[in-house]
């Protein structure tokens, strides 16, 4: 049985529109906030929303600080530490000097997150429980083993970073000839952008779907999955437009899925907010390619056709709530899509950091945009480009794809480039309105400029 440690105070480790909405809920709940910032975002709106801020310094980096981090946190007299997601949020070492520190740290605990870490153990765990896993390797390869696989498996494969995330580290092999070239480059880039050579090799599966479950565990026992969103459009494995629920996924599915789903997070002892990443192949079959053991920028879209608010049960588990949620959600509220908003050209895919002269939201019933935006608001060229996420609900799909698209038409955004114009482009394709995509449907729409 468990005590219940009400949250009163909590730090953000995070910035931009992930610590506003975090921030917003707190709000609600009667929990103060403490934001934390690097000399690039002095004048960002989080650091405005929160009760109290306090500086990580000038190196733009320092998001990623566990040390100052932590010692920011007890000097503030906080009871919980949110680390939104990604920075640290699935690091186990800064969860640790977390709990360490005798706060309470809203995420899964770090022994989990630690042996998930890895994603070809969290394949190996899988197979042992019989949660279907795309063909490869079980555990990082060398490059002898690859070839060997590659060669057993057929061609294409991914070589993918054992440690990544974020969709990067990822690299698609098409022959025996090219794989030790690959594996090479592969290797270099995950030392650099991960801190680990570590890789290992999955059948490429081509027309895939991305399907995920948005799940939440307590620390009671009780696990509930709160339904699954689709995220088949994205650009080099990164998500750019997201739905819940999904336009292919049948009831029949949805029910062996979440089957699938409290078998693992039992296996592993999950505790708080998880999702499980998916791909199903055209024959309608079903592999976990991967864990995220933090809250998702997806996560909207659920909580606009559940009315569940994901951060707040994110903070009741950790403080030793049980759930209220007694069962899966298999029946939802109407249709939601997220279009997330980049500061890119969108001809050129590239960065465009700058500063914001001039917002104009849209003034569209049932649209939710999270964001940090406000003229005069710097974009620095330090951090992900993403800089606001457009939902929409409608009681239809069809519905919610007009009314997001409306939205964005209505989205004015001046002093910098972004990716409107071509999200714009996707939503109104007649593959996208008739829901017939797959995770290279984005690479498709660029190649017919």
């Not at 007694?326 to 895919?349: L, S, V």
């Not at 955004?413 to 995509?437: A, M, V």
Request: net charge neutral; charged share 30%.
């Amino acid at each position: 049985m468990y005590m219940v440690d009400r949250i009163r105070k909590l730090l953000i480790a995070n910035r931009g529109e992930i610590a506003i909405r975090i921030i917003k809920t707190c709000k609600r709940l009667g929990i103060k906030t403490v934001a934390i910032y690097t000399y690039p975002d002095r004048d960002s709106l989080h650091v405005k929303y929160a009760d109290e801020v306090y500086s990580l310094g000038s190196d733009p980096y320092g998001y990623l600080d566990v040390e100052k981090i932590v010692s920011i946190a007890k000097r503030s007299g906080v009871d919980a530490v949110h680390p939104g997601y990604g920075f640290l949020s699935e690091r186990a070492a800064f969860a640790k000097a977390v709990e360490d520190s005798g706060i309470i740290w809203i995420g899964p605990p770090w022994s989990v997150i630690e042996l998930l870490e890895s994603k070809s153990r969290t394949r190996a765990i899988a197979s042992e429980v019989g949660v279907p896993v795309i063909p490869g390797t079980l555990e990082p390869v060398s490059i002898d083993i690859a070839k060997r696989v590659a060669e057993e498996i057929g061609f294409p494969i991914l070589i993918k970073a054992d440690r990544g995330g974020g969709g990067r580290g990822i690299r698609i092999v098409n022959s025996l000839e090219e794989l030790e070239h690959i594996y090479e480059i592969a290797i270099e880039e995950m030392k650099t952008a991960f801190g680990s050579d570590k890789v290992y090799i999955e059948k490429f599966i081509p027309r895939a779907r991305h399907i995920e479950l948005q799940i939440l565990a307590d620390k009671h026992g009780n696990i509930v999955v709160l339904g699954e969103r689709e995220c088949s459009i994205q650009r080099r494995y990164q998500k750019v437009i997201e739905e819940a629920p999904s336009p292919i996924v049948t009831d029949r599915d949805r029910d062996y899925l979440y089957e699938l789903a409290v078998k693992f997070m039992r296996r592993v002892g999950y505790v708080n907010a998880g999702t499980m990443e998916f791909l199903r192949d055209q024959n309608g079959n079903y592999y976990l390619i991967e864990v995220n053991k933090r809250i998702q920028v997806e996560h909207p879209v659920t909580e606009m056709v559940t009315g569940i608010d994901i951060v707040e049960q994110q903070i009741k588990i950790a403080e030793g709530r049980e759930l209220e949620i007694k069962n899966h959600i298999k029946n939802f509220n109407g249709h939601a899509i997220e279009a997330r908003i980049y500061a890119e050209d969108p001809e050129k895919m590239l960065p465009s950091p700058g500063t914001v002269t001039f917002v104009k939201f849209p003034s569209i019933e049932n649209i939710r945009i999270d964001h940090a935006l406000a003229p005069g608001i710097v974009i620095p060229p330090f951090y992900d480009p993403m800089i606001a996420k457009v939902i929409a609900w409608g009681k239809t799909r069809g519905e919610a794809i007009d009314r997001l698209v409306k939205a964005l038409r209505e989205f004015q955004i001046d002093g910098i480039k972004t990716s409107i114009p071509l999200l714009i482009r996707i939503l109104t394709t007649e593959e996208f309105t008739n829901g017939n995509i797959d995770v290279q449907f984005f690479d498709r729409i660029i190649k017919t400029r």
